[in-house]
């Protein structure tokens, strides 16, 4: 199984309504690590998603990543749970331990 390692920064998903859900964060992945996770994914079920587990400091879990065309790669939700648990600040940088699940 193949792992990607990477830091990146935290963003803010300016369009979501935070009144109603909150405020939902991700980071990009990397465009080198995009191309190659779309070469062996293949299509991806709902949205074009791609299911992984990531790891971020002590934490981990299984998500999904979800190619964007504004950020041109694929991009990874980061919890508030794990943002909190791992100090994340919301303009910060997470080194992001992702496999394909």
Do not use: C, H, N
């Not at 109603?20 to 079920?45: C, H, N």
């Not at 299911?51 to 065309?69: D, Y």
């Not at 648990?85 to 940088?93: I, K, P, R, V, Y």
Request: proline share 5%.
């Amino acid at each position: 199984m193949t792992t990607y390692d990477f830091t990146a920064p935290l963003w803010r998903w300016e369009a979501k309504d935070e009144t109603k859900s909150g405020a939902w964060y991700f980071v990009s992945l990397p465009f080198d690590a995009s191309d190659e996770i779309e070469a062996v994914a293949g299509p991806g079920k709902g949205f074009g998603s791609v299911r992984v587990e990531v790891t971020i400091g002590a934490t981990t879990w299984r998500t999904s990543i979800f190619p964007s065309a504004e950020q041109k790669t694929y991009v990874l939700p980061i919890k508030k749970a794990v943002r909190v648990a791992e100090g994340l600040s919301d303009d910060g940088t997470a080194q992001v331990r992702l496999r394909l699940a």
